[in-house]
C-alpha cells in the first residue's frame, strides 16, 4: 500500500483554547478517484486531553466509501480511547465495521479490537478479537480471527501471540482450517524468534518453505558448483519518505491506533503487520556486540548503517533480481554459480531489511563478523534470464540457538560451521568503504539510493 500526502495543514489556538490543535491531511489522485481526507481535533470544552479524528475516502457516489472516528479522553478516563471505523456499499452488502477501546477498568495499556464484516445473513461473516496488555504483561498480544458459513463448513481460525514467559518479542501463529470433523483439516505452525535469534524472523515471515532449506554452506560460493537455494521473493516497496514527511507521521506503538486510523489498512492481517514492524523496531533483539535500528526516510538510510558500523564510509549494494508480484512463493531451484565477488575484506557488515508497511521501513542490523557477496546466478535448465543476488555468510555461530533449523537439520552445535543465506532483491548491504571499494561500488551506491528518492 502506498500512501502519498498532498497536503497537510496544521492550526494551534482558536478561540481561547490554548490546546487546541486541528490537523487536516488529504491524499489523493486527480480527480479525487483515491481521496482521503484526515481531520483530527485536541483539546474540547473543558477536555485537556481531549481528541477526535474523522477520516473518510471514497470515489464518486460513495460506492466504497469509509469512515473513521477516534475518540480520546472521556469521563474521567485520561488514557481511554474507542475507535470505530465502517465501509460498505449501498445495502451494505460487504459491509465492515470495527471498534477499538483502550484503558479499562485501570489497565493503562490494555487494548481490545473488534472487526466483523459479512453479507446478510453472515454467510461470509468474519470477526477478529485482538487484546494488548493483560495481568503485567505491557508487549503480550493475542488475535484470534476465525470465519464461515453457517455450519461452519469452511470455518477457519488463526491465533496469533506475543511475549510468552520471559520472552518479550517472542511470537507464535497457529491457523487452521477444516469441516466439521475436521475431515480435511490442515494446521500450521509458525514460530519467531527465540532466545535471542532473530534469524527465525528475518527469514521465515510469510514464508512457506522450511526455514532449514534458506541456509545453506559457504563452500558452495565458488563458480562452478551447483546451489539449490531459497530465494525471498522481491515484490514491488513504496518510495521511502524524505525525513521532513516521515518526522510527521507517528511511529510507535503508544500511536497504533493513529496510525491505523491514518493508513487505514484494508486488513486485520495488515494491521498485524504493522504492530510487528512498530514492536521489531521499538525493541530490537540481536546477539552481544551486534547493534540494530530502523530507518524510515530516505536520509536516515543513507545515514544509519554507517552510524551502526562505527564509521563514516561505506558502499550499499543490492541484487539484481526480477520483480516477482504480489503472493508470489520464495524462488527454489537448481542453479549454477557462474560468479563469486567478495564485497569487502572487512568482517564489518550492516544489512537492511524491507519490513512490510505502509510506507518504505527498514531494520537494519550489524552482523559480525560476517562475509558479503555478489552471486551470479544461472538457471540450470535455461529458463529464466540470471541473476546476481547477495549472499551474506555468518563466519561465528557460536551464539546461535542449538534449536536453529539449519542446525539440527544438519546435526550440528552452534559455532561448528559458516552459514550463509541470499537476501532479497529489496535488502541492501552495506561494507567498509576502501577495502574493496572503487568506482563501481560507489556507482552501485548512489544507483540504489536514487531509485529511492
Not at 487494548?111 to 468474519?126: A, I, N, V
Not at 491514518?262 to 514492536?279: G, Q, V
Not at 552459514?419 to 551506491?445: M, Y
Request: charged share 20%; net charge neutral; proline share 5%.
Amino acid at each position: 500500500m502506498s500512501l502519498r500526502i498532498i497536503k497537510l495543514t496544521t492550526s494551534y489556538g482558536s478561540q481561547g483554547d490554548e490546546l487546541s490543535r486541528k490537523t487536516t491531511t488529504s491524499y489523493g489522485s486527480q480527480g479525487d478517484e483515491l481521496s482521503r481526507k484526515t481531520t483530527t481535533s485536541y483539546g474540547s470544552q473543558g477536555d485537556e486531553l481531549s481528541r477526535k479524528a474523522t477520516t473518510s475516502y471514497g470515489s464518486q457516489g460513495d460506492e466504497l466509501s469509509r469512515k473513521t472516528t477516534t475518540s480520546y479522553g472521556s469521563q474521567g478516563d485520561e488514557l481511554s480511547r474507542k475507535t470505530t471505523t465502517s465501509y460498505g456499499s449501498q445495502g451494505d452488502e460487504l459491509s465492515r465495521k470495527t471498534t477499538t477501546s483502550y484503558g479499562s477498568q485501570g489497565d493503562e495499556l490494555s487494548r481490545k479490537t473488534t472487526t466483523s464484516y459479512g453479507s446478510q445473513g453472515d454467510e461470509l461473516s468474519r470477526k477478529a478479537t485482538t487484546s494488548y496488555g493483560s495481568q503485567g504483561d505491557e508487549l503480550s498480544r493475542k488475535t484470534t480471527t476465525s470465519y464461515g458459513s453457517q455450519g461452519d463448513e469452511l470455518s477457519r481460525k488463526a491465533t496469533t501471540s506475543y511475549g510468552s514467559q520471559g520472552d518479550e518479542l517472542s511470537r507464535k501463529t497457529t491457523t487452521s482450517y477444516g469441516s466439521q470433523g475436521e475431515k480435511d483439516s490442515r494446521k500450521a505452525t509458525t514460530s519467531y524468534r527465540s532466545q535471542g535469534d532473530r534469524h527465525d524472523h528475518i527469514h521465515s515471515h510469510n514464508n512457506g518453505n522450511k526455514l532449514a532449506d534458506v541456509f545453506f554452506f559457504h563452500d558452495v560460493l565458488r563458480p562452478g558448483s551447483i546451489i539449490t537455494p531459497t530465494i525471498p521473493p522481491t515484490t514491488s516497496l513504496p518510495p521511502l519518505l524524505p525525513r521532513h514527511e516521515a518526522e510527521t507521521i507517528p511511529f510507535s506503538t503508544k500511536r497504533f491506533g493513529d496510525i491505523l486510523t491514518m493508513f487505514a489498512p484494508a486488513s486485520h492481517a495488515m494491521a498485524d503487520e504493522i504492530r510487528w514492524t512498530l514492536d521489531t523496531c521499538e525493541h530490537p533483539q540481536t546477539l552481544a556486540g551486534e547493534k540494530a535500528s530502523c530507518a524510515t526516510s530516505f536520509e536516515s538510510l543513507a545515514k544509519l548503517p554507517a552510524a551502526l558500523l562505527g564509521i563514516r564510509n561505506v558502499h550499499a549494494f543490492s541484487g539484481d533480481m526480477p520483480i516477482d508480484p504480489a503472493g508470489t512463493t520464495a524462488r527454489r531451484g537448481r542453479y549454477n554459480v557462474t560468479a563469486v565477488r567478495k564485497l569487502s575484506d572487512s568482517p564489518m557488515v550492516a544489512a537492511c531489511h524491507d519490513l512490510t508497511y505502509p510506507y518504505a521501513v527498514y531494520y537494519c542490523h550489524t552482523t559480525n563478523p560476517a562475509a558479503a557477496y555478489l552471486v551470479t546466478l544461472a538457471a540450470e535448465d535455461g529458463g529464466a534470464p540470471a541473476m546476481e543476488a547477495l549472499a551474506v555468510c555468518h563466519l561465528d555461530t557460536s551464539q546461535w540457538t542449538p534449536r536453529h533449523p539449519f542446525l539440527v537439520a544438519h546435526n550440528l552445535k552452534p559455532g561448528d560451521a559458516v552459514v550463509c543465506h541470499f537476501l532479497s532483491k529489496l535488502s541492501i548491504v552495506w561494507v567498509p568503504a576502501g577495502e574493496q571499494g572503487g568506482a563501481r561500488e560507489a556507482r552501485k551506491n548512489a544507483k540504489y539510493l536514487r531509485a529511492f528518492a
